[in-house]
């Protein structure tokens, strides 16, 4: 399902990866609203789990903004000011901001969507003048980055 219109911080510009990434500089909706409708996007039909991914972009670890709220919103006009509902929220401090970590990695919550869903990004504290955020719609969740490390319990 890895496809550009279902992703909330594409922006062409280059035709580079970095076309994927939204820089943050203060707070902001994302680049993107998608179209449930006009994509065919049917997240209730209950055949199978539509998942949200948020990455901290590769460019750069955030830096100066004391957290980061991550808000799933939907609405009734893709211009983001109309009908504005969120869905669901998630916070996370500046530690847990470093360049390339995976921020979401879940299931669409069941909820009741207006056509048009995309991300609010409200900035805690000052604003950033570096870091960026990557997020997109799967048909799958992503992949752990590393191994769980297995241990033996003593006897």
């Known amino acids: 399902m890895f496809d550009i219109n279902n992703h909330f911080t594409y922006a062409y510009s280059a035709g580079t990866e970095a076309d994927f990434e939204q820089a943050l500089t203060g707070d902001a909706a994302s680049t993107n609203a998608l179209d449930l409708k006009k ?20 460019t750069a670890d955030f830096n100066t903004l004391t957290s980061l709220e991550i808000q799933l919103c939907t609405g009734t006009s893709i211009d983001k000011s109309t009908g504005k509902k969120v869905i669901q929220k998630w916070r996370y401090a500046l530690a847990g901001l470093t360049a390339g970590t995976l921020l979401v990695n879940q299931a669409l919550p069941v909820a009741l969507y207006q056509r048009y869903l995309y991300l609010y990004f409200n900035v805690l504290g000052s604003d950033p003048s570096a870091g960026g955020i990557k997020a997109y719609l ?4 992503e992949s ?11 006897s």
Not at 41 to 53: E, M, S, V
């Open 39 to 58: 994509a065919a996007i049917n997240i209730a039909a209950g055949k199978r789990p539509i998942y949200l991914i948020v990455k901290a972009g590769n």
């Open 138 to 141: 799967s048909d799958s969740p």
């Open 144 to 154: 752990a980055e590393t191994d769980v490390d297995q241990t033996a319990t003593g």
